[in-house]
């Protein structure tokens, strides 16, 4: 359904979106991942049409964002990040206009605007003017005018943010549904976020796609470096030693806090039950045993660290070469 | 072209919707008030004409129409509502377009309204009613390419004030003191800002002469600056 290819974006001379390559299945739905101004906003510009590519390219439901720009725009549902709306028109007379310039026909457009505003949670809004409206509706507002023509495609910038908790959980539920009978591909600084409602991520940092795959994948790549958190009254270094002797420990780090002591345990499988079995032989008082199991979030912070750490790199030696 | 309807029809809701839109409307028929009253177009024993008004109302209109015009495109920018407006199937032409229909719409209905003066004189005296309408058509004409000079304006920032100043500093310039730089330009100069002089072709329209020179002066301008607008916008995309 969406296609990019090499897609690179230059602002003057800042380098925005470098040779970014993914596809997008019918009917996926898939999380555009990164932190503040690694390009995702920018990427979506590109396959919504309002930015053309410097270089590389896009299809979108099988058109060229840039030589079918027409048939792509007919066909993507967009909501931009800050959902820009006009504040002075009432719910529906946006709507109206929206369908309007979308080419519904006056009856399409007055069963889609009701469509919408059901599926949204507008009802109760639609005479209001959008300036009076929360944060909230707002965004509700900008999702309804995506969802008014029925796209195949949907594109959403950060589509929770700026809501409330219950209003996350409700739009969340809102694009998993969506997502039954649209491709979807939303964006988000949040991991949590894209975790709870896309089957794939991409994970994108400084213009440069990073890793994707499903959130069980990407979890899969760092369960290897899982640690086992292990409190206990003995003494730091005899415990230590003790558990260096087990099977499979690669490495111990201790931190003594009075009588007490923490191990932090690294290890190819678990040895939790090892670990117990030791500490009982010597009668040493066991307060906590418990695997540290990495997260995504873990993940995501050290991809990110670690790209912008090599970025790093690369520019002082630029810099010594010059 | 229904696209061009709906964003003409949108705009024209929001022109009417702010308080920029009447105090506008009212500023301009106000000064027209005081000219018709200090200049006594009506009073008992002058000809029955609004000459003096329309020979003053191009020197308000540099102002005026700016300010009509100043939102257009530049708002659009400002809200960040461009961005769902441009990736809607909408052409850059359609939207360029749509913008300066209502602009011109809302001109027309405030134009309209200095029409009264007409009706007075027509019921108090008689006046040459042929060449009164010769002058509003010049006036709609003079708006016409006024507004798309407005509306290239508000295309180049997102700062109606800017945009505002933008579009009147030039047309004040241009009329204010257009018989100032004829007389002093020399040879082919001269010949050349004689032609584009609003003011001249104007006083074609007061004198109740229809001519296509001027006919065709105006409606080139008012394209020249749309398909200006259409490749400003279009640009504004790359950067």
């Known amino acids: 359904m969406i296609e990019v290819r090499n897609l690179t974006k230059y602002y003057g001379s800042l380098c925005a979106v470098n040779g970014v390559s993914f596809t997008v299945g019918d009917g996926e739905i898939v999380g555009f991942l990164g932190p503040n101004g690694a390009g995702k906003t920018t990427t979506i510009r590109i396959l919504t049409c309002f930015h053309p590519a410097s270089a590389g390219s896009a299809t979108v439901a099988g058109h060229d964002v840039f030589t079918e720009s027409m048939a792509v725009r007919a066909r993507v549902g967009y909501m931009p990040e800050s959902v820009p709306l006009y504040v002075e028109m009432r719910v529906r007379e946006y709507l109206r206009f929206r369908g309007k310039i979308r080419g519904l026909d006056r009856d399409t457009r007055e069963r889609s605007i009701a469509r919408v505003t059901e599926r949204c949670w507008l009802t109760d809004v639609i005479d209001r003017p959008i300036g009076h409206l929360s944060k909230g509706y707002r965004q509700r507002v900008g999702l309804a005018d995506a969802l008014l023509h029925n796209p195949p495609v949907l594109i959403l910038d950060e589509p929770t943010i700026g809501l409330d908790p219950t209003q996350i959980r409700a739009t969340r539920a809102l694009i998993r549904e969506l997502a039954e009978d649209h491709t979807v591909m939303l964006s988000s600084h949040i991991l949590p976020e894209v975790e709870a409602t896309c089957r794939r991520l991409i994970i994108i940092n400084k213009g440069q796609i990073v890793a994707s795959g499903t959130p069980a994948e990407l979890r899969e790549r760092i369960t290897g470096g899982s640690k086992i958190i292990v409190e206990i009254k003995a003494p730091a270094e005899q415990a230590a030693t003790a558990i260096r002797k087990l099977d499979g420990v690669r490495a111990v780090e201790t931190h003594a806090d009075g009588d007490w002591c923490s191990l932090a345990v690294s290890s190819d499988s678990d040895r939790r039950e090892a670990i117990f079995r030791l500490a009982a032989q010597h009668d040493w008082p066991l307060r906590e045993l418990r695997r540290d199991v990495a997260t995504l979030e873990d993940f995501f912070v050290k991809i990110v660290a670690g790209a912008r750490d090599a970025h790093s790199v690369a520019h002082t030696t630029g810099d010594q070469q010059r | ?239």
């Open chain 2, 1 to 239: 072209m229904r696209n061009t309807i709906a964003i003409m029809e949108r705009e024209l809701f929001s022109l009417f919707f702010s308080p920029i839109g009447y105090i506008v409307v009212a500023g301009f028929l106000l000064i027209t008030g005081v000219i018709v009253l200090v200049t006594g177009s009506i009073a008992p024993g002058k000809p029955a004409t609004l000459r003096s008004v329309f020979d003053f109302t191009p020197y308000v209109l540099t102002i005026i129409i700016p300010a009509i015009s100043m939102r257009t495109i530049s708002e659009e920018y400002r809200s960040g509502t461009i961005e769902t407006l441009t990736t809607a199937p909408v052409t850059d032409t359609q939207f360029v377009i749509g913008k300066y229909l209502a602009a011109m719409i809302f001109y027309t209905i405030m134009l309209a309204g200095t029409l009264v003066y007409l009706v007075l004189m027509m019921i108090y005296g008689n006046p040459d009613v042929g060449a009164s309408l010769a002058s509003y058509l010049g006036l709609l004409l003079l708006g016409a390419s006024f507004t798309a000079f407005g509306v290239f304006t508000s295309s180049l920032t997102k700062n109606q004030i800017v945009a505002w100043m933008l579009g009147m500093v030039p047309l004040m310039l241009f009329v204010w003191f257009a018989a100032f730089i004829v007389q002093h330009a020399q040879g082919g100069l001269r010949t050349a800002f004689q032609k584009i002089n609003v003011l001249r072709h104007l006083d074609q329209f007061n004198r109740g002469l229809i001519t296509t020179e001027s006919v065709v002066f105006f409606l080139a301008t008012a394209v020249f600056f749309l398909f200006l607008t259409t490749k400003v916008v279009e640009s504004r995309r790359w950067r």
